[in-house]
């Protein structure tokens, strides 16, 4: 059995309609190779799927990070000078004000 993408959502909604399809999750939880009770953890969101139910879908486990979009923060000198507390060259939020009038990065040392 393959399935293309999917999320855990996407998994667990599979994992009840085969449910249904075999009659218990007990069942299901045996043509898979795990304990009714590991199944019953994954669709009730206790535990993620391993190896052996991924393996059953065609699906490897993939792990993704993205950034979230931020609020911008502004530095005040306390003299009229403002600036962005994320960095333009590394994308850190490391600018940090030096003096009055001057804010540099802790990462890149960038102005």
Known sequence: MTEESMGIDGLVCRLIELTSEVGSQKGLANIIGISAQHMNDIIKGRRMPGPKVLDF?????????????????????????????????????????????????????SR
């Open 57 to 109: 879908f065609g699906l490897k486990k993939e792990i993704t990070y993205s950034l979230e979009p931020w609020e911008e923060i502004l530095l005040d000198d306390g003299f009229g000078n403002r600036w962005d507390a994320f960095c333009d060259v590394c994308g850190t939020k490391s600018v940090y004000i030096v003096r009055p009038g001057d804010a540099r990065c802790s990462i890149c040392e």
